[in-house]
C-alpha cells in the first residue's frame, strides 16, 4: 500500500515536469535588435549559454558572462543585438538536465504583406499514378496489368530508360508496346524502384492499355501570402497543394502563378466550403512568376522582377509566434475582381509550438463586410496573410467546415523557414 502511496505521489508530482518538458520547443526564433518577451509559466530552471558577451540582454540588463540562470515560472525577456545562435539548457529542479532548445537570432526582415489571388499551375515531378482498374481484352477476358505493380501516389519517371515530361509520352508508349512489357522506373514515397508492366489490348478501342489512371499537373485558385523585395521571392497558400484523388502532397517540377480575377463566390454554410471563383489569365503577359516548392507549409518560388509592379509594395516586419497575442488582427483578401482589402478578425486561440505547423492559431471573421460576402472563410482565401499589431504574423490555412466564419492559420515563421530550402 505504501508502494502505490508512493507511486501516485510521484506521478503527481513529476506530472507539471513532463508536460513542461513537452510544452518547450526545440527551437525558438527572435529578431537581431529586438527585445522579445517570453512568459512559459512552467516549474523549470533555465541556464542561458552565448558567446555573444556584452550583446545580449537579459530582463533588458547587458549580460556580460557566458552564462545566466532564469526561471521560467516568471516573465522575462532575451535581446540580441547580433546574429547568432544561443542554447537555452533546461534543468528540473535546476539539477536535473532535461533538454537544450536552441534559439537562432536572425536578421531583422520586412515583407509585403500581399492577399492577392493568383492562378497556380504546378506539373508534377513524374507521371503521378491515381489508382489502378480493370482492362477488358480483346479475347474476351478482364485484366488487371497495374494491380500489384503500381500503387496510388507513385511516380512514373521513366518507361524504358526514357525520361516522360508529360502523361502523353506515357501514352504514347503504352500504344506503342506491340505487345510488349515496359519497363519502367517508379518513385514511391523515397524510394526508386524498378516495374515491368504487360500492356493489354482493350476491346473497346483497339488500343493497348495497363490499366492505370494517371496525371501530370493541376491547376487553381489562391493567396500570395509574402513578396520579399530584397529576394523577390513569395510564399502562398499556408499549407501545400495535395492531389484530390490520392490526398498526397504533390512533388512538383515547375509550375507558375498566374494573374486571376474574382467572377463569383459561393458562400460557405455549415458543412459545406464556399469558394472564390475566378479568371486565370494564362498567358505569358499574365505570368507573374515561378513556383519551385511545394511543402505541408506552402508553396514557394520567384516573382518577375519584371512583374513586381503588379503585386503591393509596402513592407511591414514580420512578427513571430511568441509575440503573437489572442485579440484583435487584420487579413488582406482579394475576394472582389482585383482589389485588395483588409478586413477585420480576431484570434481566439494561439497553439504555440503545435506539431500541426498550419494549425498555429484560430481565428474567427468578425468584419461584416467579409461576412455579408463570403459568410467567413472560402476555398481561394487559402494563404491571406494575417496582420497583428503592424507586423504580418501568418496566413489562413484551413476553413473550420461546420462553422465557416472560423479558420486556422499558419504563423509566418513556419513559412519562412520552407522558403530557405530553395536556397
Not at 498526397?248 to 463566390?265: H, N, R, V
Not at 518560388?301 to 512583374?307: A, L, N, V, W
Not at 503592424?390 to 515563421?413: M, N, R, S
Request: hydrophobic share 35%.
Amino acid at each position: 500500500m505504501k508502494i502505490g502511496i508512493l507511486f501516485i505521489f510521484l506521478i503527481a508530482f513529476i506530472s507539471p515536469f513532463i508536460a513542461s518538458f513537452l510544452y518547450i520547443p526545440e527551437e525558438i526564433q527572435l529578431v537581431a535588435g529586438r527585445e522579445h518577451e517570453f512568459k512559459f509559466n512552467v516549474p523549470l530552471q533555465a541556464k542561458i549559454v552565448s558567446d555573444q558577451q556584452g550583446v545580449l540582454k537579459v530582463n533588458n540588463r547587458p549580460i556580460d558572462q557566458k552564462d545566466i540562470d532564469i526561471s521560467l515560472q516568471e516573465p522575462f525577456s532575451i535581446q540580441s543585438d547580433e546574429k547568432g545562435t544561443l542554447d537555452v539548457k533546461l534543468k528540473l529542479l535546476g539539477v536535473l538536465p532535461l533538454k537544450t532548445v536552441k534559439v537562432d537570432v536572425i536578421s531583422p526582415m520586412e515583407v509585403v504583406p500581399c492577399g492577392m489571388t493568383v492562378g497556380v499551375n504546378v506539373a508534377t515531378d513524374g507521371i503521378m499514378v491515381l489508382g489502378t482498374g480493370n482492362v477488358n481484352g480483346i479475347d474476351g477476358k478482364v485484366y488487371e496489368p497495374s494491380k500489384g505493380v503500381l500503387e496510388s501516389g507513385d511516380l512514373i519517371l521513366e518507361v524504358n530508360g526514357k525520361p516522360l515530361e508529360n502523361k502523353e509520352q506515357l501514352i504514347d508508349f503504352i500504344e506503342n508496346s506491340n505487345n510488349k512489357k515496359l519497363k519502367m522506373k517508379v518513385k514511391r514515397e523515397d524510394e526508386i524502384i524498378e516495374a515491368s508492366i504487360q500492356p493489354i489490348k482493350s476491346q473497346e478501342d483497339k488500343r493497348f492499355k495497363i490499366g492505370a489512371w494517371v496525371r501530370d499537373q493541376t491547376q487553381g485558385i489562391g493567396t500570395i501570402t509574402y513578396y520579399n523585395p530584397n529576394s523577390n521571392s513569395f510564399g502562398a497558400l499556408g499549407h501545400g497543394i495535395t492531389d484530390i484523388d490520392t490526398k498526397k502532397l504533390m512533388p512538383i517540377k515547375s509550375g507558375k502563378i498566374m494573374k486571376a480575377e474574382i467572377t463569383s463566390i459561393k458562400k460557405g454554410q455549415k458543412g459545406i466550403p464556399g469558394e472564390l471563383t475566378g479568371a486565370i489569365y494564362d498567358t505569358e503577359e499574365s505570368r507573374i512568376g515561378s513556383v519551385e516548392l511545394n511543402t505541408t507549409q506552402g508553396i514557394f518560388g520567384k516573382i518577375d522582377p519584371h512583374k513586381s509592379d503588379m503585386l503591393p509594395n509596402e513592407t511591414v516586419p514580420i512578427g513571430l509566434q511568441h509575440e503573437i497575442h489572442e485579440g484583435k488582427a487584420v487579413i488582406r483578401s482579394n475576394i472582389s475582381g482585383n482589389k485588395i482589402e483588409e478586413f477585420d478578425i480576431y484570434i481566439q486561440k494561439i497553439s504555440k509550438f503545435n506539431q500541426d505547423a498550419s494549425k498555429g492559431m484560430i481565428v474567427k471573421i468578425t468584419d461584416p463586410r467579409l461576412l455579408d460576402k463570403t459568410n467567413g472563410i472560402v476555398q481561394g482565401m487559402s494563404g491571406s496573410p494575417i496582420l497583428q499589431d503592424g507586423k504580418l504574423i501568418g496566413a489562413i490555412t484551413h476553413v473550420f467546415v461546420q462553422d465557416p466564419t472560423k479558420g486556422y492559420g499558419i504563423f509566418i515563421e513556419s513559412m519562412l523557414k520552407k522558403e530557405d530550402l530553395m536556397e
